[in-house]
């Protein structure tokens, strides 16, 4: 059985600064930390040659970048975009990148329940 602990008011108080302090630190880190691999899937979109929409920029040497609002849970959205589209552009498959989206309004609603990532992404 577990024993029951007494915890003075001061130990209260540091366990509950601690927990503060990580929960902001937890909200403030992700931006800087992500900045620069976000920048990087923007700026490769905003320098291609065609970009019909903020998900889809095609390259100058072929290459395709697909940003997927949606993350993969498992349920197969980083395989079935790239081969979706490679199929509607008859393009290489090996030429297909696609990166992860960040927190943009941009990019719509990105919550990842219920498995229609692929059929809500596939116009």
């Excluded at 937890?26 to 691999?37: D, I």
């Excluded at 297909?96 to 609603?109: L, N, P, S, T, V």
Aim: proline fraction near 2%.
């Amino acid at each position: 059985m577990n024993s029951i602990a007494n915890v003075s008011r001061r130990e209260f108080i540091r366990g509950m600064f601690s927990t503060g302090a990580l929960v902001l630190g937890a909200s403030l880190m992700p931006e800087r930390l992500l900045a620069g691999t976000l920048r990087t899937a923007a700026s490769a979109n905003n320098r291609a040659v065609l970009s019909p929409n903020v998900f889809v920029a095609i390259q100058s040497d072929d290459t395709i970048s697909i940003v997927a609002a949606r993350s993969e849970m498992g349920t197969g959205i980083s395989t079935a975009l790239p081969s979706v589209l490679a199929d509607e552009l008859d393009a290489d498959w090996t030429k297909i990148k696609i990166h992860q989206a960040g927190g943009d309004k941009r990019y719509g609603d990105q919550d990842a329940d219920g498995s229609h990532s692929v059929r809500s992404f596939f116009d």
